[in-house]
């Protein structure tokens, strides 16, 4: 079987049985891949949702403020997926429990079981999180299944960064309602609608890793114009991350990136990468000297003036170790930790996911996590060769490397992200697999 060139695979629709592209070592081929007809308002539900992540913070103007974009189309694509998706139907029903998200549901159940002994005053702040999580794990548990389809997983995530793309510009161009600026010690940082400067950071460098990843594979767009237009529309989305100030936002971005820089079995695409490598970096170097704060706070870390880190730091350390296996409690560890930290009225965030899970549960409920997360990297580790190429592990890099500054285990994208991981992976071994028996029902042939 001689490889082919793979087609657009941002064209075509969702048949119930039609030819896919499959690769096998890297190499793809034309196979009859059998794909079940996604319903129609599922697929545009999804889209929606994914769209509506960087508008996240937006105001609605007709809800309250529990209430966002996200959690409206979120709504809309669970209620789809289940009138569709269940043992009634009669054609689909519900997805397995994969097994990161079964480590996820261990780490929820410990969660839940810290609720029993939590204090009334806390309650309400706890029901919050709970909620928060149960939808989480939910999307996940969906979205691992339905992100299996390639197809549709690129045009999810095509949507979230086009959306992030969107907000950038509307950054740039400083429409009313789109930039907040933050006067600091050290400058200014620019935000946008209700954000956090480190979030919006993260979104961006997400938005600006899909696209990069979407021109490099094979498959993803065909025409070089359209693969420099993709390039070229992580410049803005470069521009803001660098504007907000974020340390930790461009240090995640620059290390998924460097997942597209390891070598290539194409020359060419070697060549691409070379010229993108140096556009970004003269890019990056072009928006610091114009914006300078972003450089001032790397400097502030390399010269250890990082003072009320070092305290949150030490503060998570040392509760960590008065409680290591039950942790203290959700909710209840934020009061604690801005106590020791010097805030007595104030609460405050571990600034480090790993931290913030054994101070939350403990040993007891952050392994299972923790198991879940590494899993979710080595499915994007096993995609690698598939028809997403390196793109799940490109985000899955630049997620876990956030969170190494910051807490993003409650937050969508993140869980987006170990969603396409997921789905990518077990993609990629099923395609192999039939790959492998098309080969070898060749040679028996000859």
């Not at 359209?226 to 620059?254: D, E, N, Q, Y």
Request: with cysteine; hydrophobic share 55%; charged share 15%.
């Amino acid at each position: 079987m001689m490889p082919l060139s793979p087609p657009n695979s941002l064209s075509g629709d969702f048949g119930p049985a039609r030819p896919e592209w499959v690769r096998v070592n890297g190499e793809p081929f034309a196979a009859p891949v059998l794909r079940r007809r996604i319903p129609l308002v599922v697929r545009w539900s999804m889209f929606g949702l994914a769209a509506s992540l960087p508008f996240e913070a937006a105001d609605l103007g007709f809800a309250s403020s529990s209430f966002s974009l996200a959690k409206l189309f979120g709504l809309l694509f669970v209620a789809s997926y289940f009138f569709f998706y269940n043992p009634l139907s009669g054609k689909r029903n519900f997805p397995e429990l994969n097994l990161p998200l079964r480590c996820f549901l261990g780490y929820f159940l410990i969660f839940l079981v810290h609720g029993v002994f939590l204090e009334l005053n806390y309650l309400a702040r706890y029901l919050s999180v709970i909620f928060t999580v149960a939808q989480l794990l939910v999307l996940f548990w969906i979205g691992a299944s339905l992100l299996q389809n390639q197809l549709l997983a690129r045009r999810v995530l095509f949507a979230y960064a086009l959306s992030a793309l969107v907000l950038a510009f509307g950054m740039l161009l400083q429409l009313p309602g789109f930039v907040v600026v933050i006067e600091g010690r050290m400058g200014e940082r620019f935000t946008s609608l209700e954000y956090n400067p480190n979030f919006l950071a993260f979104s961006m460098a997400l938005a600006a890793l899909i696209f990069a990843g979407l021109a490099l594979e094979q498959g993803a767009v065909r025409r070089t114009y359209w693969k420099w237009l993709l390039f070229g529309a992580m410049l803005p989305l470069l521009a803001v991350i660098v504007r907000t100030g974020s340390r930790a936002g461009l240090a995640a971005f620059a290390v998924g990136f460097a997942v597209y820089m390891a070598p290539w079995r194409d020359r060419r695409q070697g060549k691409t990468l070379v010229v993108l490598a140096i556009l970004v970096l003269l890019s990056i170097g072009a928006l610091v000297a114009a914006h300078p704060t972003i450089l001032t706070r790397f400097e502030e870390t390399y010269a250890g003036n990082i003072v009320s880190r070092q305290q949150i730091n030490m503060a998570s350390l040392n509760m960590v170790l008065e409680r290591p296996l039950f942790g203290w409690q959700p909710v209840l560890l934020w009061e604690e930790l801005g106590r020791r930290a010097g805030q007595l009225w104030r609460t405050k965030d571990a600034h480090n996911s790993l931290f913030h899970l054994l101070l939350e549960v403990g040993v007891l409920g952050a392994v299972p996590f923790i198991i879940g997360v590494y899993l979710c990297l080595r499915a994007a580790w096993r995609a690698r060769n598939g028809a997403m190429g390196r793109l799940p592990l490109a985000l899955m890099v630049c997620a876990l490397s956030a969170n190494l500054a910051h807490t993003y285990i409650t937050r969508k994208p993140q869980w987006l992200v170990m969603a396409v991981a997921v789905a990518a992976g077990a993609a990629a071994q099923r395609d192999a697999r039939l790959a492998r028996m098309l080969a070898l029902g060749s040679k028996l042939r000859n």
